[in-house]
């Protein structure tokens, strides 16, 4: 168990261009969740998924926003045509479902996106 | 709807004394799980400690206990015997245990916690 992977750690991209994220969550676990961070806020959900299913989308995820968890192992999170209103921190974090609330999720560190 | 709020924007504590940091969280829900992360500037999430709405004592992990006063909706972390590496931006944030949200975790919007030697 080497804990919830994302790469790659940092991106800096052009306006407009598309960018993908990747997920690696801990192995045994089936709930998967996106999260965004903006400067000087607490992360905001995005999305997840149990499985290989997408069971929520946030408001906060427009249509430039794609997230898609194949055969319920890794996930990646797609935005297309990148605005500088995008750059923010993304977290990805897993967990198992039926285990107790006590222990919460497991976090990776995060994705730090620049839209220049 | 669930909210945190995070009244510290900044705290400072001498290295080796105690801090709280404050939360405060309002719900509808019957039922939920209130939980602290710490955050250091590589970005990481780090689990902290975890109190249930329904448990009768504060929880302890260590050198962090949390301060749950159920009435006033509050939920204070409190850490002892500060350390330099304790210096991290640390969040409060809840979910519900009940209904079709509980998968989700609400967060404040966090407190920076500088350590002085």
């Known amino acids: 168990d080497t804990g919830v992977s994302q790469d790659p750690r940092h991106k800096i991209t052009k306006r407009g261009q598309n960018v993908t994220f990747r997920c690696d969550p801990i192995?045994?676990?089936?709930?998967l969740y996106w999260y965004r961070q903006t400067l000087g806020q607490g992360p905001e959900f995005l999305t997840y998924?149990?499985?290989?299913?997408?069971?929520?989308k946030s408001r906060l995820l427009s249509d430039r926003f794609s997230a898609e968890r194949p055969k319920g192992s890794f996930s990646t999170l797609e935005i297309q045509r990148t605005e500088q209103g995008d750059s923010a921190m993304y977290l990805c974090?897993?967990?198992?479902?039926?285990?107790?609330?006590?222990?919460?999720?497991?976090f990776g560190s995060g994705t730090r996106l620049t839209v220049v | 709807a669930q909210k945190i709020t995070q009244t510290q924007p900044g705290m400072f504590v001498q290295e080796k004394e105690a801090v709280t940091l404050d939360c405060t969280y309002d719900?509808?829900?019957?039922?939920?799980?209130l939980f602290w992360y710490k955050q250091p500037s590589s970005g990481e999430m780090i689990f902290l400690i975890y109190?249930?709405?329904?448990?009768?004592q504060n929880a302890t992990e260590g050198r962090y206990s949390l301060n749950f006063q159920k009435a006033r909706k509050s939920a204070n972390l409190v850490i002892s015997a500060s350390q330099l590496g304790d210096s991290a931006m640390y969040f409060c944030a809840m979910r519900s245990l009940s209904g079709g949200s509980n998968y989700k975790l609400t967060f404040g919007k966090g407190t920076l916690l500088t350590v002085n030697p």
């Open positions: 719900t509808s829900d019957p039922s939920y799980g």
């Open positions: 192995s045994e676990h089936n709930r």
């Open positions: 109190q249930g709405s329904y448990d009768q």
């Open positions: 998924f149990q499985n290989e299913a997408q069971l929520e």
């Open positions: 974090a897993s967990s198992l479902v039926g285990a107790g609330a006590y222990y919460g999720y497991t």
